[in-house]
């Protein structure tokens, strides 16, 4: 079956569009325009390459403190030029593997060098990021994919306009139109790569209109971009091939914000749009949904509770495997929900408890499908490392738990989280895993996941990280057809980013 026509999809798109800006402007309230001024509180950059050191052309802020050591000044760039180099080396292993069929343990060293340039005149922007993503000590045992590699590859290369007053309105507006990464919200659904070896990026057109003081408005309209190769075998031998968009897939939506809501809430409204279909290079599973959403929060705050909670919704077709050529129907949901509470005391210790909720598939002989799909989110932040880990995804679950983050040092973060993880239907799949018992005789609970994790920011240029994550095995990860009897499972990692 052929995509729709794109055509359609922008008729639909532009619909969608229309409706939540609507929605924008019932619920900001306009007032005199305010000039966009820089804060000087940063927030602590993720443990990844992030364009660092790119300042929002909007608001005129740095959201990252300047690195301590960085090209830009050591090599006496003028003004209107941004570089940025970040290398990032982490040491990962396993034992005690839980994915169908496995044996043994598994070790890997993933390593990331990312390079951004960005060229500044007046209310112009171009732009580019290479990115150089590749591992090593896998072998053919370790099912290493293209979440893992991604060698020598463009993953930005844009053309971007802002304009921080438009017409005297008092709204900023910025269009970014080329190869971009996208990050929106929670990033449970579209979100640049943090954990993981290699990012996620977009050939496309992206607008943002932002009232400074009320809310914010993101829509685009991209293709996906494929990385290649994707097949294992390549993978380890470091065979090379440049990325590709996905010529037969549109990915498409609206995002709005709006802030500080009484009480102190922050809204979010969202609804994407996924048309998939197959290439020669990769077949898919046709999916063509429709994902709705919502979130609320209040963000933490010393001797304050805060909460968050995400409900989305998913509809359209999809394929049960991509060798079918049947479409079936598909109806799903998610929900996330968190309540945590900061103490104003040494160590400014949170509590949190969390839960999260993501449909599986009700009955493998209906011809319709149940399975939420998180497209193209994270999901490191809720359910533990990824990497050669990555034992739990946005599918399938029923997981509650608790989380205490601390910090012992003003350079230190640390945190513990435990979580339970039962199938939400026990005909379906552990997803991560590769196991389904069909039947459900082997019940639905999967386990208890402990992991710890601390970060040293030793300055604004260096930080380490380390973890440990143990997996104690329920009775679905013992008894599940083809599942592993290699005991539970602990992951480990250590590794270090510099930022240049």
């Not at 802020?61 to 290398?87: C, F, I, M, R, T």
């Not at 470091?238 to 914000?257: M, T, V, Y």
């Not at 012992?408 to 640390?414: E, I, T, W």
């Not at 992991?451 to 095995?473: A, I, M, Q």
Request: hydrophobic residues 35%; charged residues 20%; contains cysteine.
């Amino acid at each position: 079956m052929n995509p729709q026509n794109p055509s359609n999809i922008a008729s639909t798109f532009t619909r969608s569009i229309g409706a939540v800006a609507v929605s924008a402007a019932m619920i900001s309230h306009p007032g005199p325009a305010d000039a966009a001024t820089e804060k000087k509180s940063y927030t602590k950059p993720p443990f990844a390459p992030f364009s660092s050191q790119m300042p929002d052309a909007l608001t005129g802020s740095y959201k990252y403190e300047k690195p301590v050591w960085n090209l830009h000044d050591a090599l006496g760039l003028p003004e209107w030029l941004s570089v940025s180099l970040e290398q990032r080396t982490r040491y990962e292993t396993l034992d005690g593997c839980f994915r169908a069929g496995c044996k043994g343990g598994d070790q890997q060293v993933p390593l990331q060098n990312d390079l951004w340039l960005e060229a500044r005149l007046s209310q112009w922007r171009i732009g580019g990021e290479f990115l150089d993503a590749r591992q090593f000590l896998a072998d053919k045992g370790s099912g290493i994919n293209n979440t893992h590699v991604d060698e020598a590859d463009f993953i930005q290369g844009y053309i971007a306009w802002a304009d921080q007053n438009l017409a005297y309105s008092g709204l900023g507006v910025e269009a970014i139109a080329g190869r971009q990464t996208l990050n929106f919200g929670s990033r449970r659904l579209v979100a640049r790569n943090v954990f993981r070896n290699t990012i996620n990026s977009f050939d496309g057109f992206r607008l943002r209109v932002l009232d400074y003081n009320h809310w914010q408005f993101n829509a685009f309209v991209t293709k996906p971009v494929g990385r290649y190769p994707n097949k294992s075998d390549q993978l380890l031998d470091n065979f090379h091939s440049f990325d590709e968009p996905e010529e037969q897939a549109w990915f498409s939506g609206g995002f709005l914000e709006v802030y500080d809501l009484p009480a102190k809430i922050n809204a979010e409204l969202y609804l994407y749009h996924l048309d998939e279909g197959d290439r020669k290079r990769n077949p898919t599973r046709n999916r063509r949904y429709f994902t709705p959403g919502m979130r609320f929060y209040i963000k933490p705050e010393k001797g304050h509770f805060d909460f968050q909670t995400e409900t989305i919704g998913q509809w359209g077709t999809v394929r049960a495997n991509t060798a079918s050529n049947e479409n079936l129907d598909h109806a799903a949901w998610f929900q996330h929900l968190d309540v945590g509470y900061t103490f104003e005391m040494p160590w400014t210790p949170r509590f949190a408890v969390e839960y999260d909720y993501a449909s599986g598939d009700h009955d493998p002989k209906d011809k319709k499908d149940q399975q939420f799909d998180t497209l193209y989110g994270a999901r490191r932040f809720d359910f533990g490392p990824t990497g050669i880990y990555g034992a739990f995804a946005r599918s399938n679950i029923n997981t509650p738990g608790y989380r205490i983050s601390f910090n012992p040092h003003p350079a230190v973060q640390a945190f513990i989280s435990h979580r339970f993880f039962w199938l939400a239907e026990n005909k379906d799949s552990w997803t991560a895993a590769g196991l389904r018992d069909q039947a459900g005789k082997s019940g639905g609970f999967v386990g208890q996941q402990l992991e710890l994790s601390t970060r040293w920011d030793v300055n604004s240029s260096l930080n380490l990280e380390t973890g440990w994550t143990h997996l104690f095995k329920g009775t679905f990860a013992e008894d599940a057809p083809n599942a592993p009897k290699s005991g539970d499972t602990d992951y480990f990692y250590v590794q270090s980013l510099l930022r240049f």
